[in-house]
């Protein structure tokens, strides 16, 4: 089992994609899937700050280091509970995620465990 959190100031994350390279940004982190749940929100700011964070986190947990954005998806059930699909092929790995955030921060963690052989 492997652990991962991240935090970030949601301001900095406004900050970074409101820049003129900004497009960058949004383009090399953030799947088409996670860009459209993001941009029908009332307010995006917390949904890209927890989005990214969450992203960090499952890095951090698999124990890599930041690699390509797009090779760890975090997606929403109907329910709106966040769930990650592995875009790297590692199906051997069962990932939890939590993501929070105020009107300040967004934090996640990421909790992963190898899946038992049946």
Known sequence: MSLGVDIIDIASVKRIISARTGKYFVRDVFTERELSYIQR???PWPHYATTFVGKEAVFKALGTGWRKGKDV???RKKDGKPCVVLNNNRKDLDVLLSLS???KSAVAVALIEKKKKK
């Open 41 to 43: 929100k009332k307010d």
């Open 73 to 75: 998806e975090i997606v």
């Open 101 to 103: 955030f105020n009107d």
